[in-house]
């Protein structure tokens, strides 16, 4: 039996001291104190705070390797490099691409979920291709489609684990896109979109629940003429049934931006997420210029990762660890929500509520241990002590 004991042990709604006992993969108790035998493994956590693993449903890469690979080793090793930044479990998420190359990456991530032996990983996620040309961002022009002449059910077949894919509801034929999903229990995420406040009223309607990297790649209050349109960012924040993706490094989105959200959409509806590219979960040097899976040039400076031209961030290279650092120190937020804004509301938002995301008997013993720093000292997934 593995014993974490004297930690003060992060809960969905509080913190207080306690001892947690796993087994055979799983929390199987939470008590004051134990008496230990010689057969257990003890970790004194004295001083540490013990939390629920990050899960990490928007990444794409980490390590110097990107989840757009068809080799499930760079998966696996993508996913293990941000283990030590106390992701214990992941959503590789690609690129706008071809079908064909979709099918190749869906085989490499179903692969390595089926192989890794340390990292949770729990499926995958399509940002696109299925998106606005307008609001393309970082993604690559050429690899934007249309869902009636490339339709994705072959993508769906493959695998049952699709768990999230992307895609601009005014497009032709994304409505029906989002009512396909539904069917499938795949969440539909509002990306890359010009739409209006309306078109995500009539998209809910359609399946569409949540919004991929709010304010970054969408509307928000524009101008049609001389009259002010509401976009998706005024939807997602006030339509009740949307939850909320949200790149917490400080560089995507100000601190006002972050409290926004906080204050309008709440904990159960406002997660983190990284957005990282393969940069993540790495050691990168600013002012270099490093090329995409895609194609595209992107150049590191002022702490952020941007299109080389400099029209556009491009993805991030943050790590959970410091997103949720960012809400506990920068916006104040208690240490248990901005914890469970990179844990169990993920893990809520892709259907795993019941065994991830919360420190709880009969729930998989994905932790991590840190200080008042988020300094990760400790990750356990599987009841499997990782480092």
């Known amino acids: 039996m593995l014993i974490i004991k004297n930690a003060k042990v992060i809960f969905e709604d509080k913190i207080r001291n306690a001892t947690v006992l796993c087994d055979n993969g799983k929390i199987t108790d939470i008590v004051e104190r134990v008496d230990e035998s010689k057969n257990d493994t003890v970790i004194d956590a004295t001083g540490l705070y013990l939390s629920p693993g990050f899960i990490d449903v928007h990444v794409h890469g980490g390590g110097n390797k990107s989840a757009m690979s068809t080799n499930a080793d760079d998966i696996k090793a993508m996913a293990e490099a941000h283990l030590k930044y106390g992701t214990t479990s992941i959503v590789p998420t690609t690129l706008a691409s071809p079908v064909s190359q979709l099918k190749d990456v869906t085989l490499a991530v179903k692969k390595a979920s089926e192989t890794s032996k340390k990292a949770n990983i729990l499926g995958i996620h399509y940002e696109g291709p299925y998106i606005s040309l307008k609001y393309k961002g970082a993604q690559s022009a050429d690899n934007i489609l249309n869902p009636i002449k490339n339709p994705p059910d072959e993508l769906f077949d493959l695998w049952d684990k699709v768990l999230i894919m992307g895609a601009a509801p005014e497009e032709e034929g994304c409505m029906e896109l989002g009512d396909k999903l539904r069917k499938r229990n795949i969440v539909a995420s509002v990306a890359h979109s010009a739409a209006s406040y309306e078109i995500i009223e009539e998209a809910e309607k359609h399946g569409y629940s949540d919004v991929t990297h709010i304010y970054n790649a969408c509307t928000s209050c524009f101008k049609e003429g001389i009259f002010r349109v509401a976009g998706v ?155």
């Open 233 to 387: 960012v005024e939807a997602g924040l006030t339509l009740d049934s949307f939850s909320t993706q949200v790149i917490g490094d400080l560089r995507h989105l100000p601190k006002g931006l972050l409290k926004l959200i906080y204050k309008t959409k709440g904990v159960e509806k406002m997660y983190l997420i990284t957005d990282g590219l393969e940069f993540s979960a790495s050691d990168i040097k600013e002012n270099t210029v490093y090329m995409q899976e895609n194609g595209v040039g992107v150049i590191f400076e002022d702490g952020a990762m941007k299109l080389a031209d400099r029209s556009a961030l491009a993805g991030s290279v943050a790590t959970l660890k410091n997103c949720v650092r960012n809400m506990y120190k920068e916006v104040n937020v208690p240490l248990y929500e901005a914890v469970r804004m990179a844990s169990l509301t993920p893990a809520e938002v892709i259907g795993f509520q019941n065994t991830k995301g919360k420190i709880q008997k009969n729930y998989d013993a994905d932790l991590i241990l840190f200080d008042d720093d988020i300094n990760i000292k400790s990750v356990i997934t599987n009841g499997n002590i990782i480092f």
